[in-house]
Each structure stands twice: as C-alpha cells, then as structure tokens.
Nanobody, 123 residues
Framework: QVPLVESGGGSVRAGGSLRLSCKAS????????MAWFRQTPGKEREGVAR????????IYADSVKGRFTISQDNSKTTSYLQMNNLEPEDSAMYYC????????????????WGQGTQVTVFS
C-alpha cells in the first residue's frame, strides 16, 4: 500500500493556480509533519513547504513564499498545497512526504513518500 497518495497535478498557463492534495492512507498513525517537495530531471529534490501537526507552523521555500499555501484537514492526515501565480519554473514532479518526528527539508530524513504528481506550467 502506498503510504501517501497525491492528486491534483496537471498543466496550467503561467499565472494560473493548482491545488495538490496528499492523503496519508498507508501510515500507522497521524504524522507529525507533512511536506511537499519537487524535482525536475537532473536536479535534486527540493523542499517546497511543510506543516507541523502540533502547532500548525508552516515553512516555505523562498521561491514560493507568497504564492503557495500549505494546509491540512482537521484530521491532520491530508495536506493541501494551494499554488497560485504559477510560473514555468514551478514545473516539476511534486512529491508529498510525511514523518512521525520533527523534520526540516532534508529529503533523506522522511520515512513516507507518495509517488508524485506532475505539474506543468506553460507560458
């Protein structure tokens, strides 16, 4: 069973919006942190946003501040990434990640991952 299931990717014109969803259906308990990463071919996976269950603190990469918003549902098992004012540089495979402990944007530290959803922004 896939730990995390993403949805909501697609193609959009620059300036448009998309909303990604990530449901933690295959992990044993409510995660402490849920995060979004993205990756383009030939580049390392980079952190985009993360949110902590305990206090709702949200952290963003500088490149998306003011344009992306991460949130969770009341059960804290589904996270959302609202992406506004998209730019071609935002095109990537977006991955949801989760862990039972405090994590930053260190890719290797996350235990649970989704399979990714593609976001393409055209000008």
């Amino acid at each position: 069973q896939v730990p995390l299931v993403e949805s909501g990717g697609g193609s959009v014109r620059a300036g448009g919006s998309l909303r990604l969803s990530c449901k933690a259906s295959g992990i044993p308990s409510t995660p402490y942190v849920m995060a979004w990463f993205r990756q383009t071919p030939g580049k390392e996976r980079e952190g985009v946003a993360r949110i902590y269950r305990s206090d709702g603190v949200k952290i963003y990469a500088d490149s998306v501040k003011g344009r992306f918003t991460i949130s969770q549902d009341n059960s804290k098992t589904t996270s959302y990434l609202q992406m506004n004012n998209l730019e071609p540089e935002d095109s990537a495979m977006y991955y949801c990640a989760a862990d039972m402990y405090w994590r930053g944007f260190d890719v290797a530290s996350y235990q649970y991952w989704g399979q990714g959803t593609q976001v393409t922004v055209f000008s």
